[in-house]
């Protein structure tokens, strides 16, 4: 099996055990992650790739996507190959915002439709919008009809404020495929969003007569008419969008606010509420209930949603800072300015605390420059965001290691081979930690589980050759 992307300095490690020619606390596990009575049963009867997908999948229903992502490589354990797997295994690393390990599980290997994207989402994520271009324009010479990617890259333009662009990409799209709703609702919605309601007005129609219960058109042709201040037929499509799903915050918000604007403030409190229970968190949402509470006179409510809407306002500016940066921090690593590169990677970092992908970034540069204290302040800060980012993790136990702190460096690897336990390094790692505090037996049994992944992999034989020959002196 190919070595986890991100796990390097392995010789090192190994040639450190060797030397120390020595070979017992119990392995430590993370939170449990324990699904369904009947998808349990049908793992313990018939642990194949196809049951461990069906846990995972209801792990990710259930918005656990780190019980998702360890069944998901459960599933790749007996499947390296299964794109589902992958897509599924990089869907929940990007739930856990660990963007940084599906740049490097996919990077060179997204062959699928939804592997380009899920690597397209990650590159955007971390701010490195020229790679997540580059990621669609050649997933759509591959895969010339997706929409998705296609719809994809037609938003990143968007959020570029690439109007033009957008446009001409999505009339393309719209004029190639006359009869896909999909590539008409690309168009529609670029139109929309960049305001030009001349088209997007007969366009938004002609769709819904087309398909009247599509929840999306629905929405979109509500907000059309409560832009124009027709707020009694916004009321309408907007109303029948909800009805039909229900477990949507988008066509919610829209209604509450052509509620307000009708003057039915309780509904419009309600839903809008609703959205805010449903998942949206956008400042403006906080900022349209306010105004509707402090309407009804619940003045404190209304005080309460303003300091949220302040703060989400500040951490938008804040977000919007850090992707600019890490932008730049990863063109100047591109570059060779590792110094520039830390520079823009910390700011980003002050920026945004809790995203464990740019202090990950940030960890790697310092690395270059062999600023260990740096490195190791950025890991940690990784860690407090994501105390499951395996990478930062590992990295710390290797720098445990370097330091002679064997007991620690163990306790990280274990971390590590309870998040990735398919991962031939991670286990030759423990085994070499092991094997420093004259701890044979295990690290022979992490040797053994590494030989069970590879069979082949010389550094595990090597190993498992050194610590049944010191067994024999001991």
């Known amino acids: 099996m190919a070595a986890h992307p991100g796990l390097t300095k392995i010789g090192f490690m190994i040639a450190a055990c060797i030397a120390a020619g020595r070979l017992v606390a119990s392995p430590s596990t993370w939170a449990a992650c324990t699904g369904p009575a009947p998808l349990e049963a049908r793992i313990r009867a018939q642990p194949d790739a196809d049951s461990y997908a069906r846990l995972a999948a209801w792990f990710d229903r259930n918005h656990r996507p780190q019980c998702a992502l360890k069944a998901w490589s459960a599933a790749l354990q007996i499947d390296p190959a299964s794109a589902p797997a992958l897509d599924g295994q990089a869907r929940s690393m990007l739930a856990l915002g660990d963007y940084a390990s599906v740049i490097r599980n996919l990077k060179g290997a997204a062959h699928s439709e939804a592997l380009i994207l899920d690597l397209a989402i990650a590159y955007r994520k971390s701010g490195m919008l020229e790679d997540d271009e580059q990621t669609l324009l050649q997933g759509l010479t591959t895969f010339p009809d997706a929409d998705s990617l296609t719809a994809a890259l037609v938003a990143l333009d968007v959020d570029e404020s690439h109007y033009e662009v957008a446009t001409r990409l999505a009339d393309k799209i719209a004029a190639d495929k006359p009869g896909d709703l999909e590539a008409q609702r690309i168009l529609l919605r670029t139109l929309v969003i960049t305001g030009d309601t001349d088209r997007a007005v007969p366009l938004g129609r002609k769709l819904l007569a087309g398909a009247p219960r599509d929840p999306d058109l629905l929405n979109l042709n509500g907000l059309l008419e409560k832009k ?31 509620l307000a604007a009708l003057n039915d403030l309780a509904g419009a409190k309600l839903q809008l509420e609703k959205a805010l229970a449903l998942g949206t968190d956008e400042a403006q949402v906080h900022f349209e209930l306010a105004k509707v509470e402090r309407s009804l006179g619940e003045t404190d409510a209304a005080r309460r949603q303003l300091e949220i809407y302040q703060l989400k306002l500040k951490h938008e500016s804040d977000r919007a800072v850090a992707v600019s940066r890490s932008a730049e921090a990863a063109q100047a690593a591109r ?41 190791r302040a950025a890991l940690e800060q990784a860690i407090r965001a994501n105390p499951h980012f395996v990478l930062a993790q590992y990295q710390l136990g290797y720098m445990d290691f370097q330091a002679g702190d064997n007991a620690a460096a163990e306790r ?45 992999n010389a550094a595990a034989l090597s190993l498992s050759r050194k610590l049944a020959e010191d067994r024999k002196q001991h």
């Open 228 to 258: 124009a201040g027709d707020y009694q037929a916004a009321r309408k499509h907007l109303q029948y969008a909800v009805a039909l799903n229900p477990n949507d915050y988008n066509p919610r918000v829209n209604l509450g606010v052509v």
């Open 335 to 375: 570059a060779g300015d590792n110094l520039k590169a830390a520079e823009l990677y910390q700011e980003a970092c002050a920026a945004e605390p809790q995203d464990a992908g740019l202090a990950y970034q940030l960890a790697l540069v310092l690395d270059k420059l062999n600023d260990r204290a740096g490195e």
């Open 412 to 456: 990280r690897f274990r971390l590590t081979v309870a998040e990735i336990p398919d991962n031939t390094q991670a286990w030759i790692s423990l085994a070499a930690a092991l094997a420093t505090q004259s701890r044979f037996a295990e690290a022979q049994n992490a040797v053994e589980h590494a030989l069970k992944l590879d069979p082949q």
